[in-house]
């Protein structure tokens, strides 16, 4: 039986439509400009509305920042369920994920790195942001989390706590992320990827010894 879906009203779909195209007109704006230099009137010109305009979504350049942050995480989240969607098998899943990760934080260097100077916009660590985004990065381990329990079952991979687990790809996911951000010519990214994954299901021990 399928669930009916609650009908949205034409202002809703206009409001939500008006919001992203605010957030995408900030997101350009910041990854050109940085965070520093990106005025309201700046992104309402990208956004081809006026100033005013903008305050009746956002109160201010903050808020517009951790909804930019926000709307960035659920495209991310989109991108890397899809990509575990079309993929065949629970290793297969995994490279699926993290190279879908690591292709939307390509996409996005500009703006990421545009926040570098800036820590206390930073998404780790004792960031101001971290508080808003972790029930985003509470949805994406719950995601992961079930791409592993899946592989258990399959008997892909040994049985783990699956939630330590997913920290540790997430966690492994992130900072390759943030090296290749700081690097010119970052390797290739299904070098990259066949890393991560063997780092993650194969860790480094060297096997057994005879």
Not at 108 to 134: I, V, Y
Request: hydrophobic residues 40%; glycine residues 8%.
């Amino acid at each position: 039986m399928q669930l009916d879906r609650p009908v949205r009203t034409k202002e809703q779909v206009i409001r939500d439509f008006r919001t992203s195209e605010i957030l995408d007109a900030a997101r350009r704006v910041i990854a050109e400009i940085g965070f520093a230099e990106a005025s309201m009137e700046r992104i309402a010109q990208e956004a081809g509305i006026s100033k005013g305009t903008i305050y009746l979504y956002f109160e201010g350049k903050d808020a517009l920042l951790v909804e930019a942050l926000k709307y960035g995480f659920g495209l991310l989240i989109d991108r890397t369920r899809s990509a575990a969607r079309r993929a065949r098998g629970p290793h297969a899943k995994l490279c699926a994920v993290v190279q879908a990760w690591l292709e939307h934080s390509e996409d996005q260097r500009a703006f990421f790195e545009s926040l570098e100077g800036w820590p206390q916009l930073g998404t780790n660590g004792g960031s101001l942001l971290r508080d808003h985004l972790q029930p985003h990065t509470e949805a994406y381990l719950h995601f992961l989390v079930g791409l592993i329990e899946r592989g258990i079952r399959m008997g892909a991979f040994r049985k783990v706590d699956s939630r330590r687990a997913a920290r540790a790809l997430l966690e492994l996911t992130r900072g390759a992320i943030t090296e290749r951000l700081r690097q010119a010519e970052p390797t290739s990214t299904a070098a990259e990827v066949a890393a991560i994954v063997d780092m993650f299901v194969n860790g480094i021990g060297a096997g057994e010894r005879t």
